[in-house]
């Protein structure tokens, strides 16, 4: 199972950021999986954003919760992350990831990352 | 501030048993499974040990976890220079609809 990241690599202050999830060799569709995103700012941790389950279920970041919004398109085998009102504080390495079997925070396969710079 | 704890640096020499541990409360720790995660300087971090103490294939039977109450540990023995990475804890925390918390990471040093 592969996972790609694809989306603009640079997003203007205060406008919304948005990547999507492409994954190949399984399905997004399929149950005890949740597929997430997770962030890294430059030099810093990592930060989870959310995720989101096959059946529509999503959850979020608390300090997060109120500018994004994690979405699947199952008929591309696709999720995608959208993150409102962006500043410089989100520019970060973003990272899609799928948990193993079960698990609701375990993530056992990562995308290569993108990274994402907010800047005008 | 992360909502798990650890220490920001650690480091031993080849051979040696590290051990990078990791705090949190009973929302998280305390009540769900810990996964612990590697990342080399430039990947994507991988999945070192889950469910505390399982590894996934291919991870080196030298890598341990453990957990007690509200508290788990990552242990490295026979320490190899290719360990040098940073080292992150991860678990599900039950308040606030739930969602998932790391541990600022812990940078290890191979002298």
């Known amino acids: 199972l592969q996972l790609q990241e694809s989306g603009p690599g640079l997003v203007k202050p205060s406008e919304t950021l948005s990547l999507t999830c492409t994954v190949s060799?399984?399905?997004?569709?399929?149950?005890?999986?949740?597929w997430g995103w997770i962030r890294q700012p430059p030099g810093r941790g990592l930060e989870w954003i959310g995720s989101?389950?096959?059946?529509?279920?999503?959850y979020y970041n608390p300090s997060l919760k109120s500018r994004v919004t994690i979405f699947g398109d199952t008929s591309k085998n696709q999720f995608s992350l959208k993150l409102h009102s962006v500043t410089a504080a989100d520019t970060a390495m973003y990272y899609c990831?799928?948990?193993?079997?079960?698990?609701?925070?375990?993530?056992?396969?990562w995308g290569q990352g993108m990274q994402v710079t907010v800047s005008s | 501030q992360s909502v798990l704890t650890q220490p920001p640096s650690a480091s031993g020499t080849p051979g040696q048993r590290v051990t990078i541990s990791c705090s949190g409360s009973?929302?998280?720790?305390?009540?769900?499974?810990v996964n612990w995660y590697q990342q080399l300087p430039g990947t994507a971090p991988k999945l070192l040990i889950y469910?505390?103490?399982q590894r996934p294939s291919g991870v080196p039977a030298r890598f341990s976890g453990s957990k007690s109450g509200t508290s788990a540990s990552l242990a490295i023995s026979g320490l190899q220079s290719e360990d040098e990475a940073d080292y992150y804890c991860?678990?599900?925390?039950?308040?606030?609809?739930?969602?998932?918390?790391f541990g600022g990471g812990t940078k290890l040093t191979v002298l």
């Open positions: 990831a799928k948990t193993y079997s079960g698990s609701y925070g375990g993530y056992d396969n």
């Open positions: 060799g399984g399905s997004i569709s399929t149950s005890s999986f949740f």
């Open positions: 989101f389950y096959y059946n529509g279920a999503t």
């Open positions: 009973s929302s998280n720790i305390g009540s769900n499974t």
């Open positions: 469910n505390y103490n």
């Open positions: 991860a678990a599900w925390d039950d308040s606030l609809s739930g969602h998932v918390v």
